[in-house]
């Protein structure tokens, strides 16, 4: 069994790797590929660190993979490693790029699940977010994410 996990391990840094590909289409199947492991068991929370660090990427879509797996990883924080990064992460909400606002917000109510204690700053960051800098296409779409944000996280409540 001691093999099977350090093959997983192994395969698991190789797809991490992969999320910084300058290929979008790579980094996006290697995205999921962490989203599904992470459904199932822990073998990307030892990647915490590093996925709280790609928050403060320029790339958007680095940022988006961040915010994406730190959210699926909550159910295995037991080192209350959100806890510790949950400002950076709630700053987001209204990124320079609305698409990675957006899939913040979405992305809100599974921490919210898996951490409760974090449901009351999810919450207070969700009702403050002041959505105006973005265009007149976008802040509908970004308003509707954050009523239906709220929505699901009172629900949990």
């Not at 609305?98 to 009702?127: G, M, N, V």
Request: net charge negative; proline share 3%.
């Amino acid at each position: 069994m001691l093999v099977q996990e350090d093959i997983m391990s192994s395969n698991i840094a190789k797809i991490f790797e992969l999320l910084f590909d300058k290929n979008n289409n790579v980094a996006y199947k290697a995205l999921w590929e962490l989203i599904k492991e992470s459904e199932e068991t822990d073998c990307v929370y030892p990647y915490m660190d590093r996925l709280s660090d790609m928050l403060d990427n320029d790339n958007s879509y680095i940022r988006t993979r961040g915010l994406t797996l730190l959210a699926y990883n909550a159910k295995w924080d037991k080192d209350y490693k959100i806890d510790e990064i949950i400002d950076r992460y709630l700053k987001h909400i209204t990124d320079v790029k609305p698409i990675t606002a957006r899939q913040c917000i979405k992305l809100l109510p599974i921490i919210a699940k898996y951490k409760p204690e974090l449901k009351d700053d999810i919450l207070s960051a969700l009702h403050k977010a002041d959505i105006s800098g973005y265009d007149n296409s976008m802040r509908p779409l970004v308003y509707k994410d954050i009523q239906k944000a709220l929505k699901e996280i009172q629900k949990l409540i």
